[in-house]
């Protein structure tokens, strides 16, 4: 049986039913609790689980991440909220240097099963450090895995996963698209943490999107007169380079749309690793479309910054016509 939601009612699906399943399972962070999360996330898990496992910290991204670790090291599985992803900065040692490095720097005998989650980037007229798309930081620390739904079905089932693992798990939510659309999901649904979703078959172009523009993504593909392949990674690190790989020698051509900032992007890797596995299969070069390599400005050039359907037709139309 299936159910229409938009993917904050996704995420708010997948604590609960984690937490139903699992009194392991401990909710926390800034707003989390009384008020539900600053977009409602969270909204009804203190009433039904109690303040001992749902409930509000202090505004300290470090303080967050450096309890949520000791409660993982002594058998907890908990699943913290950084506000904005352009915050979690001040949790960065925390994450990167100890939640990573816990299994090798005790050679398998703890784990840390914490999963971070946060809102990240842009679309909706925030403020300065709200709107950061940070994903190529994490991907960079191993030990972590980092996630990046776009569908409900997704949101809830790799939320669910990843709550479920023994390592730390950094779960990116495009908070554009929060409450944009809906979709069915079906809670019975497996989906593998390291395994990217085709999300449009097609036989021309490969086009590589995650989060938020996998939409733009869709409907760029909408306006080119060619057979379209959409590829959403799901899961940043460890990136599932088969699945591109396989459909970049199908098509020969490669796309690569993301939020962040093209210099240093995560799409910088996913284009390396392109060259390298399937470079004798490619009939144009690997083009990129991200945001320009400056600060995120505030609202009034939002638009002006964040990749859209124009541009990414564009990028394909190179691509193409190449």
Known sequence: MTEKMNIITAVNEALHDEMEADEKVIAYGEDVGEDGGVFRATEGLQEEFGEKRCFSSPLAESGIAGTAIGMSLY??????????????????????????RMRIRSRGDYNVPLTVRAPYGGGISALEHHQESPEAFYAHAQGLHVVIPSTPQDTYSLLRKSIQLDDPVVFLEPKKTYRAFKGEVDKNKEVNLEEARVAREGSDVTLIAWGAMVPVAEDAADEVDADVEIIDPRTIYPL??????????????????????????????????????AILHMEAPVERVAAPDVPYPLYTLED??????????KGLERVLDF
């Open 75 to 100: 058998g907890f599985r908990p699943v913290v909220e950084m506000q904005f992803s352009g915050f979690s900065y001040l949790a960065f040692h925390q994450i990167k240097e100890h939640a990573s």
């Open 240 to 277: 599932d380079v088969e699945t591109i790989t396989e459909s970049v020698e199908k098509t020969g051509r490669a796309v690569i749309l993301h939020e962040a900032q093209k210099s240093g992007g995560w799409g910088a890797e996913i284009s390396s690793r392109i060259q390298e596995e």
């Open 304 to 313: 002006f910054y964040m990749p859209n359907k124009k541009r990414a037709v």
